[in-house]
Every structure is written in C-alpha cells, then in structure tokens.
C-alpha cells in the first residue's frame, strides 16, 4: 500500500514498483499524477 484515496488503499500493481512523476507539460492546477513503473534490465 503507498496510500489511500477517501479511505481506499491504494497499492501498486507489482512488486518493486517505483513512482515516476510526469514532466510539468502535462500537469494542470489542482491535479496530482503520479505514473507506476518497474525497473527492467536494458539489453
């Protein structure tokens, strides 16, 4: 669980999950966005 909205949990799709922030482009007054994303090996 990473947090809770109104009394829900709110928990990450996997394990080992990071939170990525979007550039400030997308963003709009009184709007949060936080994205999910997993780490993987570039080959």
Do not use: H, K, W
Not at 19 to 40: D, I
Request: proline share 7%; charged share 25%.
């Amino acid at each position: 669980m990473i947090g809770d909205n109104d009394g829900e949990p709110v928990a990450t799709p996997y394990d080992d999950c990071v939170l990525v922030m979007p550039s400030t482009r997308q963003a709009r007054a009184g709007v949060t966005v936080v994205r999910f994303a997993r780490r993987t090996l570039l080959r």
